[in-house]
């Protein structure tokens, strides 16, 4: 009967400690992909601003090649 008892506690603890696991791993999980949407959201405004700056103030001299390297600047951050 005693080792019944025992078993039990063991399958019981170690179900725990799984469910433990799982749940750390998931709540990185989430407040990593938090954390993107987060950046993701920032880099979005910003964005946003700078299409917003080059509407109203068109200049000549800018040209692909700037373009060209904020995509790069972007790509690396993503």
């Given amino acids: 009967m005693r080792t019944l008892i025992t078993e039990k506690d063991t399958v ?5 400690n799984e ?7 998931m709540k990185r999980e989430t ?5 993107d949407v987060r950046m993701l959201n920032k ?3 910003r964005l946003v601003k700078q299409i917003e ?7 000549p001299s ?6 060209s390297a904020a995509d790069m600047d972007l790509k690396k951050r993503l």
Avoid: C, M, V
């Avoid at 800018?62 to 373009?67: K, M, Q, S, V, Y």
């Fill in 31 to 35: 407040d990593g992909l938090k954390r």
């Fill in 62 to 67: 800018r040209g692909a090649g700037t373009a």
């Fill in 53 to 59: 700056t080059s509407k109203s103030n068109p200049t």
């Fill in 12 to 16: 019981s603890s170690k179900q725990k």
């Fill in 43 to 45: 880099e979005n405004e």
């Fill in 19 to 25: 469910w433990a696991e799982i749940y750390g791993n």
